[in-house]
C-alpha cells in the first residue's frame, strides 16, 4: 500500500510498476488531509499515524510506503514504533545528488514542513558535507502537479519563482542539481527544466532529480521473497471527495488502478 496526499505517491507507483508488475497494489490519498507541507509537525504525525492504523487494520497490506517526503520526514520513526507492517519511507535524494554532483552546491525543493526537518539536518551533513545544500520550501507547487494530472494547465510563473528562489543565494549560480523533495514535484519535472532553460537561462546541464527509482527498487528488495496474487483489480482510495478523485480516473487507470473508492 502507498500512502500520499494526493497524486504525488503516483511518481512512486510509476517506479515499482517497471520493477514489481505483479505486485497487487493499493493506493492512498490522504486529500481530506492535504496539504500536509504547511502543517505543523504535531498535526502530521498525529494525522498520518492515525490513518495508517485505520488503514492497516482494513486492507492488511504486507508492506507500506509512504510516499510523500513531509509525512516520512516527520513521522516514520513513530509510524515505525506502532505499527508492524514493514514501512519504506520517500525521504529527499541528497545522497545521489550529492554523489553525483561536480560544483558540490544542490539545490532542494520541498515543503516547508520537509526543508526543515532534522531528517533532512542529517542527510546534509552525512552526504553533502563541505559541499553546499541549499533549500527552498515551495508548497506552491503542489495543487499545479494535482491541477496537471486533472488536465488543467500549468502556470510558468510559479514555477519560475521557486527556481529563482534557488539561485537568489550568491552560491546559486552554481547549482548543479536540483533535487525534488516532494513526491509531486516530479510530475512537473518536463515543466520545471523547460522553465529552467527557456524562461531562466539555466544551464540544460542542470539535473533535476527524485528519490522514486530508489524507493521502488527498496521495496521491491524487501519483498524479493514474496509470492503474490492478484485476486481483484487494484484500487485506489482517497479520504476526500469522490467525485474530484475519479476525475483521475484517466490517469489512475494507466497506472492499473482500475476500482476508486472512498476510505
Ligand atoms: N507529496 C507530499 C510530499 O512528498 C506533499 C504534498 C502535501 O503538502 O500534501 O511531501
Sequence with gaps: ??????????????????????????????????PYGTKTEAEVAARVSGLLGRMAERYKPRLICIACNTASTIALDMVRDVLETPIVGTVPAIKPAALSSKTGVIGLLGTAGTIRQPYVDRLEKEFVGEGTLLRHAAPELVEPAEQKLRGEPVDRAVLAAALNALTEHPQGLYIDHVILGCTHFPLLKAELEDVAVFDLGWSPDVRFIDGSAGIARRIASLLKDEKYARSDPDFAVTTGNLDEFKRLSNVLEDLGLSRITQF
Design 1 to 34: 500500500m502507498l500512502l500520499d496526499t494526493g497524486v504525488g505517491g503516483l511518481t512512486v507507483l510509476r517506479e515499482l510498476r517497471k520493477v514489481l508488475p505483479n505486485a497487487p497494489v493499493i493506493f492512498a490519498a490522504d486529500e481530506a488531509g492535504r
